[in-house]
C-alpha cells in the first residue's frame, strides 16, 4: 500500500493553527488529515508485534490495539463531555466498516473479476457475530423506548451489563477463531496478516505505537476542541461528524489496506478486515469506553437514537445477505456503497 507519512506534516501544521487561533474547520482538518498516517503506523505496528507472538497473542493485541486511533478520540471526547459525539462514532465506525470499506472492497475485487468467493464458514460466524453485537447495542435503545420513566442511572445500569455480556462474547469469539476452531478461519490469503509487509521488529513496533499513541492523543486534543466549536458555530450537528467524518479519519487507512488487497484478489481478507473490525468495535470498543466513562466521571450509556438503531440494523442484515453464500460481485459492492450514501445523505439533514 502507498506510504502515507507523507501526511504527518499536517501534524506540525495542526499544532501552528491552533496556536494561531486559526479558524476550527481548518485545525479540525488539519488534525484529521495527521491522524490518518498515525492511525496506520498504529495498525502496523501492532500486526508486526502480532506476526511474532502467535495467534493467540497476536488476537489479543489486535483486539486491544487494532482501534487505538478511533478510541483515544473517543476518550478525549468523552472527557470533554460530548457523550452523543461517542456514541455516534461508534455507529460510525461500524457502519463505515460494513458499508463503506466493503463496499469498496467489493467493487474493487469485482471489476477484475466476475464472481468474487470466499470462506462461507468465516463469513457465516462473522455475520453471526455481526448479528448478535448489532442486538446488543439496540437492546438499551429498545428498553428506554418500552420504558421511557425509567431514570438515567437504570439505562446506565443495563449498559454496563450488556457492556460485560459483550466483552465476554468477544473473549469466546478470540477463543473460537484463534484456538479451538483455528483452521476454519485460513480462507485464500493463507492466514497471513496483510501488515506483514512492515516487518519491524518487537522493540521497534513497541517504539512506534508508544509514539503514534502520543501524537495521537495530542491531535485527538485539538481535534476535540475543534468539533466543539464547528458544532456552536459553523452548525455541523455532533451526529454528521460523529457517524460519517471521525469514523472516516479513524479509518482512513484501514479501508485503503482492504480496498487494496480486495483488488489484488485476496477477498477473505478484505471481508475480515471488514466484519472484523466492526464486531471489534461493537463487542470490545464499545464496552471499553462504558466502562472508561464510569472513571472518569462522565457516564455513557449504550441508548442509541432510533436513526442509529435502524441504520445499524439495515446495515447488519444486508451484510449479512451478501456474506452468507460465500460469494459476492461488484454491484452487491455498489448497493453497499449506495445504503452508506442515503445514511449519510440523511445525516446531513438532521
Known sequence: MISLRWLLIAAPLSWLLAWLGAPALAVFV???IAIIPLAAEMGAATEAMAVRTGPAVGGLLNATFGNAAELIVAVVALRAGLVDLVKASLVGSILGNLLLILGLSLVAGGLR?????FNRTA?????????????????????????PAARPEEALRLSEGVALV???????SLVFSLVTHRELFLGESGGASHAQVAPYSPRVALAILAGATALVAVESELLV????SLVQRVGLS?????????PIIGNAAEHATAVVV???????????????????????????????GVLLGQPMNLVFTGFEVIALGSASLIVTVIALDGESNWFEGAQLLALYALVALAVWFI
Open 113 to 117: 473479476r466476475p464472481t468474487l468467493t
Open 262 to 292: 480486495a483488488g489484488r484478489g485476496q477477498t477473505d481478507l478484505a471481508l475480515h478486515i471488514a466484519l472484523g473490525s466492526s464486531t471489534q468495535v461493537a463487542l470490545f470498543v464499545a464496552p471499553l469506553l462504558v466502562g472508561i
Open 123 to 147: 463469513a457465516g460466524t462473522g455475520a453471526a457475530m455481526l448479528l448478535l453485537s448489532g442486538a446488543a447495542l439496540v437492546i438499551p435503545a429498545l428498553f428506554a423506548l418500552v420504558h
Open 225 to 228: 476542541h475543534a468539533t466543539d
Open 238 to 246: 455532533e451526529l454528521f461528524l460523529g457517524l460519517i467524518v471521525i
Open 30 to 32: 488539519a488534525c484529521g
Open 166 to 172: 459483550l466483552v465476554l462474547t468477544y473473549g469466546a
